[in-house]
């Protein structure tokens, strides 16, 4: 089962960094998989499966999907926290003579350890507290942390104050269009419409510390009408997961 600890939660993230799963790949689909087996695992999910989904988010093409998976608060109510995360990265053309590592994040680290770096980041590995590898900080840890927390509170819903949505999509790094795929789709029959999805949280670390900061790469042009709560890596409605 999945634990809410730092040592399981480090063990999680290695193992979903050791899944290529590079954008526009059959990768994100293994990744898809994984995940979905992983929370299907859970007592919470056997005892409602209906509450686990994996979900299609292209025709055609790879046939790529998202995992939706909902826990419910005992106390009935709408609000609804969605804790969100991609599982796609970007290629390891930079790696270099690395590349063939980079899905190996303990290899990985301990050959950066063996280059020529700056000092900082000498001292940095020095800690043991730094782990490097491809999706390690974008955004498979993020991913490792919503899940672990989603299986912690399943056992616990009496001390939910909200109901929780966990959605893992593919293809954030290239073009977004899976979130939007799911966010369109019709919801009438499933547990997840007396849901009153507000509020998100998205779990990408940055180098600032506990300081968190929310943008987006690219450009978009559009005007959004929305009545939400905002909550990157922060409490909202009590749920505090970092």
């Not at 969100?84 to 290899?107: I, P, Q, R, S, Y």
């Not at 390690?136 to 989603?150: I, N, R, W």
């Amino acid at each position: 089962m999945l634990e809410y600890t730092p040592q399981a939660m480090l063990e999680l993230t290695k193992a979903l960094v050791s899944i290529p799963s590079v954008s526009h790949s059959e990768g994100e689909n293994s990744a898809a998989s994984a995940i979905y087996a992983l929370l299907a695992a859970e007592p919470y999910f056997q005892e409602h499966p209906d509450f686990l989904r994996s979900v299609s988010v292209e025709n055609g093409g790879l046939g790529r999907r998202a995992v939706l998976a909902f826990v419910q608060a005992a106390k009935p109510t709408a609000r609804t926290v969605i804790l969100n995360g991609h599982f796609d990265v970007v290629d390891t053309d930079v790696c270099g003579e690395l590349a063939e590592a980079a899905f190996d994040a303990d290899e990985y680290t301990r050959r950066i350890s063996e280059r020529d770096i700056p000092a900082e980041a000498r001292d940095d590995l020095a800690t043991g507290n730094w782990l490097f590898g491809r999706g390690v900080m974008d955004m498979k840890s993020g991913l490792a942390l919503h899940m672990a927390y989603l299986a912690h509170m399943a056992r616990q819903p009496e001390n939910l104050g909200v109901n929780l949505l966990f959605l893992a999509v593919p293809d954030e790094e290239p073009f977004p269009g899976s979130a939007r795929s799911v966010v369109s789709m019709d919801w009438t029959s499933s547990p997840h419409s007396r849901a009153s999805l507000r509020s998100g949280h998205r779990a990408q670390p940055t180098r600032h510390g506990r300081r968190r900061k929310q943008g987006r790469k690219g450009i978009a042009s559009f005007s959004p009408e929305l009545r939400a709560r905002s909550c990157r890596s922060f409490s909202v409605w009590g749920v505090k997961p970092m």
